[in-house]
């Protein structure tokens, strides 16, 4: 197999971001869009083929996984249906990069690699933030070990209520959506996991304060005890009249800062003097995240190799996010895994 030939569900704006990181990799190719709602689908297909191209557009999934040239699919649908898209793409023999998060809870990401490991086709899940600067570059630096052991870290990303088309869709619905943790969080769930390991317990306070549209908690915190002994805390939601995106890594021989609205970095090591960083500068000699993560699904299908990010991965955040719904409803401190 010279160039692995994809087929798209979902025909929204991740979807359309996904198929552009399709298009910078020699290896794949976008060859049809699938998505119920048949003017998105052939409008995305249009989209992505760009002028003189052809890319089929269709509104049954079924269909398109029928296709014997298509050998995988990127699945880029609302959270509820990952499941779902995830076994029907297994089944019929197609290997999946799953856009994050991977589910809604544990048992449904079970199901899904269960699924894969039976067809014997491979899982991928799109946590690009881990590839992204300025995440990428202090996952790097901490790895290199000038930092010494990281033990501590808070992050905080909340803003406000969808708007706009956002705010008149399944985002707004727990059941669909899984709320923050979910939809927004698993991105810094996974950050949380790549710095300090594995969690260990959960526990999480949360409620619904400024957004009534929405059936799910717009506040929320959550504390995580690691097993390697480190300590996290996230602070989220969509209840803020104020954006902030922002973090705090602790380790034995350094800290960084990182703060999105001044766009800078500040780390020190030892005794040196502080520095701080543009995450432009971070970001140089790095792959675009997007890019990455689908080049590697698809080196790894055609290297028959192991993906980077396994469904293992995905099924980690989501127990996590999981375990803080459960600790919040019952008041209590949830070990893990569920």
Not at 40 to 59: K, V
Not at 272 to 279: A, K, M, V
Request: proline share 4%; glycine share 12%.
């Amino acid at each position: 197999m010279d160039r692995l030939l994809i087929g798209l569900i979902g025909a929204g704006n991740m979807g359309k971001a996904l198929a552009r990181g399709v298009a910078a990799c020699d290896g794949g190719r976008i060859v049809a869009v699938a998505d119920p709602a048949g003017d998105a689908a052939q409008a995305a297909a249009e989209e992505i083929a760009g002028e003189g191209g052809s890319i089929d557009a269709y509104t049954n999934v079924a269909e398109m996984l029928a296709r014997e040239d298509i050998a995988a699919a990127i699945v880029a649908a609302p959270n509820y249906l990952h499941p779902t898209l995830t076994r029907q793409a297994a089944e019929a023999g197609k290997h999946v990069f799953c856009e994050k998060p991977m589910a809604l809870n544990v048992a449904d990401a079970r199901a899904m690699i269960a699924a894969c490991e039976a067809a014997g086709v491979k899982l991928m899940i799109g946590q690009v933030l881990r590839y992204n600067a300025p995440y990428v570059w202090m996952i790097d630096q901490i790895r290199g070990g000038d930092y010494g052991e990281p033990f501590g870290m808070q992050v905080t990303r909340i803003a406000g209520p969808w708007g706009g088309v956002y705010g008149q869709t399944w985002r707004m619905k727990k059941e669909l959506s899984g709320g923050p943790l979910f939809e927004v969080n698993a991105h810094e769930i996974d950050f949380m996991r790549q710095v300090l390991g594995e969690a260990q317990t959960v526990y999480a306070s949360m409620d619904n304060y400024v957004n009534p549209d929405a059936d799910y908690e717009d506040f929320v915190h959550v504390v995580i005890n690691f097993a390697g002994g480190g300590r996290g805390a996230l602070l989220a939601g969509h209840a803020s009249h104020l954006g902030s995106y922002d973090g705090k890594i602790f380790c034995t021989n350094g800290t960084l800062l990182f703060d999105n609205k001044t766009g800078n970095v500040t780390c020190k090591v030892g005794d040196d003097e502080p520095q701080t960083i543009p995450y432009g500068d971070t970001g140089r000699g790095y792959e675009r995240g997007v890019d990455r993560e689908v080049r590697e699904f698809i080196e790894a299908v055609l290297d028959d190799a192991e993906v980077t990010i396994p469904g293992i991965e995905g099924l980690r955040n989501t127990e996590i996010a999981q375990a803080a719904q459960i600790s919040a409803a019952s008041n209590r401190v949830v070990e893990l895994p569920l």
